[in-house]
C-alpha cells in the first residue's frame, strides 16, 4: 500500500473537467513538490506534470496541477477520449528515502 | 530523439539470476542520474535503484537491497541491473529513467522488459 493515496478511479465525459486528487504527508507532498504521470494502455509513463504544477513541452494546457499543503491535484479541462489512462502521482519521500508513486487513477472518459 | 531501451527480462526460477541492460541515446547519458523501476500487473511504479552519474552512489529499495546490483557504464551508455535470489514477488516490468534535475523528475522512461520469476 501506498503511502500517497489517490483515489482509484475517476470519469467525465468528453468537455468536462475532472479533478484527481492526490494525499500524501508531511514527510512527502509537504515537504517535496509533486510529479504527475499519464500512462496509456501498454505503454511507459509519460511526464505530465512537474514541480507541483508546470507542464514539459508538448503536453497540452488542458492538464495542470495544484499543491496545497499535504495534497495536490491534478485537473483535465476539455476532457477528450484520448485522455483514458492511468494516472499517477510521484513524490519524493523523506522518510523512505526515496520516490514513491501513488496508487492510481483509473480515468474512464464516458 | 531521446530513447531508453531495455533489454535481458525473461523468465528465471526462484533464487535465479537475471541482468537487465537499459542502451540511452539522444542525449549525453553521463550528465544524468539514473533509476530502475518495477511495476507489477495492475500496480504503481516502484522505485527499485538508483546511481549517481558517475556512479559512485548508488542506492536500493528495501524490497530489493542485497540481492540486485546496478552499475552504469558512460563510455558505452549503459545502464544495468544485476538481479540474483530472484522471487516470485520480483515479477513485474522493470524500466530504467532518467532523472531530470531541470524537472526534478523521471523524465524519460523506456517501454520495459518483463521479468517474471516462476515457481
Known amino acids: 500500500q501506498s503511502v500517497v493515496t489517490q483515489p482509484p478511479s475517476a470519469s467525465g465525459t468528453p468537455g468536462q473537467r475532472v479533478t484527481i486528487s492526490c494525499s500524501g504527508s508531511?514527510?512527502?507532498?509537504?515537504?517535496?513538490?509533486v510529479n504527475w504521470y499519464q500512462q496509456l494502455p501498454g505503454t511507459a509513463p509519460k511526464l505530465l506534470i512537474y514541480?507541483?504544477?508546470h507542464r514539459p513541452s508538448g503536453v497540452p494546457d488542458r492538464f495542470s496541477g495544484s499543491k496545497s499543503g499535504t495534497s495536490a491535484s491534478l485537473a483535465i479541462s476539455g476532457l477528450q477520449s484520448e485522455d483514458e489512462a492511468d494516472y499517477y502521482c510521484?513524490?519524493?519521500?523523506?522518510?523512505?528515502?526515496?520516490?514513491?508513486f501513488g496508487g492510481g487513477t483509473k480515468l474512464t472518459v464516458l | 530523439e531521446v530513447q531508453l531501451v531495455e533489454s535481458g527480462g525473461g523468465s528465471a526460477q526462484p533464487g535465479g539470476s537475471l541482468r537487465l541492460s537499459c542502451a540511452a541515446s539522444?542525449?549525453?547519458?553521463?550528465?544524468?542520474?539514473m533509476y530502475w523501476l518495477r511495476q507489477a500487473p495492475g500496480r504503481e511504479p516502484e522505485w527499485v535503484s538508483y546511481?549517481?552519474?558517475?556512479?559512485?552512489?548508488?542506492d536500493y529499495a528495501d524490497s530489493v537491497r542485497g540481492r540486485f546490483t546496478i552499475s552504469r557504464d558512460n563510455a558505452k551508455n549503459s545502464l544495468h541491473l544485476q538481479m540474483s535470489s530472484l522471487r516470485v514477488e520480483d515479477t513485474a516490468v522493470y524500466s530504467c529513467a532518467r532523472d531530470n534535475p531541470d524537472f526534478d523528475a523521471l523524465d524519460m522512461w523506456g517501454q520495459g522488459t518483463l521479468v517474471t520469476g516462476s515457481s
Open positions: 539522444g542525449f549525453t547519458f553521463s550528465s544524468y542520474e
Open positions: 546511481i549517481s552519474t558517475s556512479g559512485t552512489i548508488i
Open positions: 514541480r507541483n504544477g
Open positions: 510521484a513524490i519524493w519521500d523523506d522518510i523512505l528515502n526515496g520516490r514513491v
Open positions: 508531511s514527510s512527502n507532498i509537504g515537504s517535496n513538490t
